[in-house]
């Protein structure tokens, strides 16, 4: 069955003037065609893509890169220079947050407008008062004027306004890093309400673990150039590798990112489905390998030879909730690095992190490894997982002149499985050690 195209973007650009003074505007404006007054910005360049619908999509690049720009051209509230966008359904976009509110009038003024604004009629907005009230969780100064508003209560409002108002298709571009942790948990279960009942959602943030978490796909844009549209983690995992890539290598890492084939399949090696019993046990499977293991730009350490051992030393990835292990791996130095130290981090099949640790804290580290010299990272840890598949990052950091930065860096270095354990009362992913308990 072919699947309905929600947005369509074709050949997108997006090209600013920049005038050095005021007055070259009007001169502009007087020679038309004879002289030029600005200098040209390209803010987008030749962007294409789709977004089905019930599919969500995250956009995530560097700042300036040209995220913003590209969802106000979708949203309909910025005009492109060259290319097409086509939109099917109403569009709720949640930009900049509180941009479209007049601070003179009330808040309750302010919804009502807003969704005059959006094509709702009084009755409709009548009806959808109430919970846009209790969303924004603002009490009273809902008839206040909205310049006495915080930046909080303006988002609240904001979004529940935008939150509230029938859509099918969900513009978000960091709306969310605003506000505290207990709103921004509000909005999210909001999102992925929306999403659960089949809306499509476009979403931008600097977040790799929320485009992780909520997308399906992603887009990475950098300098104004859409470099691959792919499953979320990978384009994840390539962007970090391209964000912490040394300056003059980047340019040879994007023309890689450029030429990545896209395709659907699953990150690591199938194994053989085997009966959950008591004989289960662990152990080593060798078809238990990452298809794609991401290696940042080295800057002078090389991680090799990594395994999962049990703590008498046998070799495993076939693991045992809750027993404990050993993830092993060696780094080579091929030039002095200094304040060096090691991490690991813990991910789901889909990349989302859920714990790890580091040698030492970030102004403790090693103070000086000599080039030739090779270090053995060992992390005795006890996967307190529920069954399934699960990932290893491991990591060396050092101190340069740009900072602390990855000296070497692997995402999906290693996989492991936690076997089913039988009559195993766990839900969701990790295994808090929860006893339960009920009277009646």
């Known amino acids: 069955m072919e699947r309905q195209t929600a947005i369509s973007v074709r050949g997108v650009s997006k090209i600013f003037k920049i005038y050095n003074k005021p007055q070259d505007r009007l001169k502009q404006t007087l020679f038309r065609g004879k002289r030029r007054y600005y200098t040209e910005f390209s803010a987008l360049n030749d962007i294409s893509f789709d977004v089905y619908k019930g599919e969500t999509i995250g956009i995530i690049g560097r700042n300036g890169s040209g995220k913003s720009t590209l969802l106000q051209i979708i949203a309909g509230t910025l005009n492109s220079s060259k290319g097409t966008v086509e939109v099917n359904g109403r569009v709720a976009a949640l930009l900049e947050l509180g941009s479209g509110f007049n601070p003179e009038f009330t808040g309750r003024e302010n919804v ?237 099949i889909s990349g989302l992190d859920l714990g790890g640790a580091a040698t030492s804290l970030a102004s403790e580290g090693i103070p000086l490894v000599q080039p030739g010299q090779t270090i053995k990272v060992e992390f005795t840890f006890s996967p307190r997982l529920n069954a399934g598949m699960y990932f290893l990052n491991g990591g060396v950091l050092g101190i340069t002149d740009d900072g602390e930065v990855y000296l070497d860096r692997r995402i999906d270095l290693a996989a492991f499985k936690i076997l089913q354990q039988e009559g195993s009362l766990i839900t969701s992913t990790v295994d808090f050690g929860v006893t339960p308990n009920i009277s009646y």
């Open 112 to 348: 009502y407008m807003n969704g005059s604004i959006l094509g709702l009629d009084k009755e409709h907005i009548d009806h959808l008062y109430p919970k846009i009230l209790e969303f924004a969780d603002i009490g009273d100064f809902i008839d206040q004027p909205v310049k006495t508003y915080s930046s909080g209560m303006s988002v609240r409002l904001a979004f529940a306004v935008q939150a509230m108002v029938p859509k099918e298709v969900l513009i978000v571009d960091e709306a969310l890093a605003v506000g505290d942790e207990l709103f921004q948990r509000k909005c999210y279960a909001k999102i992925e309400e929306f999403k659960n009942q089949g809306g499509t959602i476009l979403f931008v943030s600097h977040s790799a673990s929320s485009i992780i978490e909520l997308c399906d796909r992603a887009v990475l844009i950098d300098s104004g150039e859409m470099l691959l549209v792919d499953r979320s983690k990978k384009v994840v995992n390539l962007y970090q590798k391209l964000i912490y890539a040394p300056s003059d290598k980047r340019e040879r890492l994007k023309e890689e990112i450029r030429n990545v084939v896209t395709e659907d399949r699953p990150n690591v090696m199938v194994i053989e489905k085997r009966s959950n019993s008591a004989d289960d046990k662990e152990m080593f499977d060798s078809n238990l390998n990452p298809i794609e293991t991401v290696q940042y730009e080295t800057r002078g350490a090389q991680i090799f030879d990594s395994e999962i051992t049990t703590l008498s030393g046998e070799k495993v990835n076939l693991l045992k909730t809750g027993s404990r292990y050993v993830w092993r791996y060696y780094v080579n130095f091929t030039q002095e690095c200094y304040n060096v130290r090691f991490g690991m981090m813990i991910k789901t």
